[in-house]
């Protein structure tokens, strides 16, 4: 007998690699900026931004405790769950603490701008009540570069961000976009982004390759006529300047993404020499093919 499912979901669906097998509960549907010209994850109709009922997610997660077993992560989406007022974050992780009892962490997307909106009392307890972990979408750590692709954030936003996130305790999962600058404002992009990082010490870190699902007229035509998209050689050099930069303690590093040509894993600072061999290796090997060639880039 077919059983209706404890969660429905408004498609696409979008989360972090690392949730793949986590709960995922939609508390909003898409994202409460969603004016990133590079970014087309909530673009469609049916993702305008709105707040789903909260009675109808408290429902939801009660069902999920009465027919869910063993369940020990939960996500938050869609784009921003943080954009939601404490009190109604404060009730939807009272509720999986309630029915979900077996779960021990829970995480979210994060606009830095929507942290700015939660004192550090707040954030201290969501963070009691089971919120573990945030994934920031920093992009860049340079200004003329998040304004270029009307990023709504700067340096200092999201630097104060994520220093007030982990002074409540919650880790962060930074991410960081190969290529976003161009050829144009490559190094300056990769020196300002390992300078946010450096200032701020997240837990892990990331980066993908700027890549488009639907092609990259809207993005081109917001940039400005100075944009030039990168070669792949222009990829690993500013991926080799961004790691350069880099002065980290213990923070776990992935560019594995399925847009990036290099996959590149480690800890920084201990597999920082090993990174930039690997990294010396793959710009070798695209200055022998010459300046201008390509990897195909994933495009969705």
Request: hydrophobic share 40%; glycine share 4%.
């Amino acid at each position: 007998m077919y059983v209706d499912p404890p969660v429905q979901y408004i498609e696409p669906l979008f989360r972090p690699p690392s949730e793949a097998d986590s709960l995922i509960l939609q508390v909003t549907n898409g994202c409460s900026w969603n004016q990133c010209s590079f970014c087309d994850m909530y673009t469609q109709p049916q993702k305008k931004f709105k707040p789903r009922p909260e009675a109808e997610v408290l429902a939801e997660i009660q069902r999920c405790g009465e027919t869910l077993q063993g369940v020990r992560r939960v996500f938050l989406a869609d784009g921003d769950a943080m954009v939601l007022s404490f009190r109604r974050l404060e009730a939807i992780l009272q509720a999986i603490r309630t029915y979900l009892p077996s779960v021990s962490r829970v995480s979210s997307y994060c606009l830095p701008q929507n942290i700015a909106n939660k004192t550090p009392e707040q954030l201290q307890a969501l963070r009691a009540l089971g919120l573990s972990l945030v994934y920031i979408g920093a992009e860049s750590g340079d200004d003329t570069v998040l304004q270029k692709v009307q990023k709504s954030e700067t340096f200092a936003s999201t630097r104060d961000a994520i220093l007030k996130l982990k002074a409540a305790n919650i880790k962060t999962s930074v991410m960081i976009i190969n290529g976003l600058g161009g050829q144009h404002y490559s190094k300056q992009h990769a020196i300002a982004s390992a300078q946010l990082i450096n200032e701020t010490q997240p837990e892990y870190l990331a980066t993908l390759a700027l890549f488009f699902r639907f092609g990259e007229r809207r993005f081109t035509e917001q940039f400005g006529e100075d944009y030039s998209p990168c070669s792949t050689l222009d990829l690993f050099t500013e991926m080799q300047t961004f790691i350069q930069h880099l002065d980290l303690n213990q923070t776990i590093f992935r560019s594995d993404h399925v847009s990036n040509n290099l996959v590149l894993k480690g800890v920084l600072a201990k597999d920082k020499a090993k990174l930039l061999a690997q990294i010396q290796e793959a710009v070798d090997y695209a200055r022998s093919k010459g300046p201008n060639w390509h990897l195909p880039i994933y495009s969705g």
